[in-house]
């Protein structure tokens, strides 16, 4: 398994268990500039074998990159929207639409890396994470890669008003990336275990699992969409959605730990707190 890893002290490419050093010219950004043959040429050109680093500390995979996302690709997506919504007719119409719902999600700063805080809204009664298979493209639209993204959401916000979307979805801290990014060459994400595990104080109040199988629409079909009429100079990220969806009696509490993990992929683990009011 082959994968992209950015740690404090630089970049790297994990390799069989073996850690192989980029050039310190060699960043994300440069690296998703360039097309998908270049970039796999950089990687088995450039990178040097070295030790482990010693306690390495993970860094979101993300540097200049815009995070979007997809919403409702999962039928349990739909239900859970349609439950929280004043009116359920919009969502139902985008699950069967050839046209997905994709929105802004964050820009780089409000993402958060492996073992960061995550942040909830000051003003929402009811905050979720969604686990999601999160895909790394380069400027060409390109599948680079695969991560694991996580899309905290406020659904209290969110189902009073569609119109309220972008507050739901957009804050300091609302979403995490990483541990790594698994290189597209290496892994197929067809079929893919989701899990996602809430902590709190010792103790599990929500766990729940999906499988990249029940997505209604592909990655090539969502990655179209986005591309049409914009460009990403170093290239983007896309959040495709979630199939695992706590309760109502359900919300992230200050102090929580989320737990998400993709089969082949990793875990991703962040601690949550409150934006103070």
Known sequence: MEQLIRLETGLFVQRDGTWNRLGAGTSLDSLLAQPLDEVRRVLEREAKAVDAPAEPKELAPIESQEVWAAGVTYKRSLAARAEEAV????????????????????????????????????????????????????????????????????RSIEGENTLYLPQAKVFDGCCALGPAVVLAWDYVPDDRRITLQINRAGS????GETSTSAMQRNVPELLEYLGRDQSFAHGCVLLTGTGVVPPQDVTLQDGDE???????????????????V
């Not at 699950?95 to 929402?124: C, M, Q, W």
């Not at 599990?204 to 766990?207: I, P, Q, T």
């Open 87 to 154: 009116s359920p007719d919009p969502y139902e119409r985008v699950y069967t639409a050839a046209r997905p719902e994709l929105f802004f999600k964050a820009t780089a700063s409000r993402v958060r890396g492996p073992g960061d805080v995550i942040n909830i809204r000051s003003d929402s009664t009811w905050d979720v994470p969604e686990p999601e298979l999160a895909v790394v493209c380069n400027s060409r639209m390109e599948v680079v890669g695969y991560t694991i993204g996580n899309d905290v959401s406020s």
């Open 204 to 207: 599990v109040v929500y766990a």
């Open 258 to 276: 989320v737990v998400i993990a993709i089969d082949g992929i990793g875990v991703l683990s962040n601690p949550v707190r409150r934006h103070p």
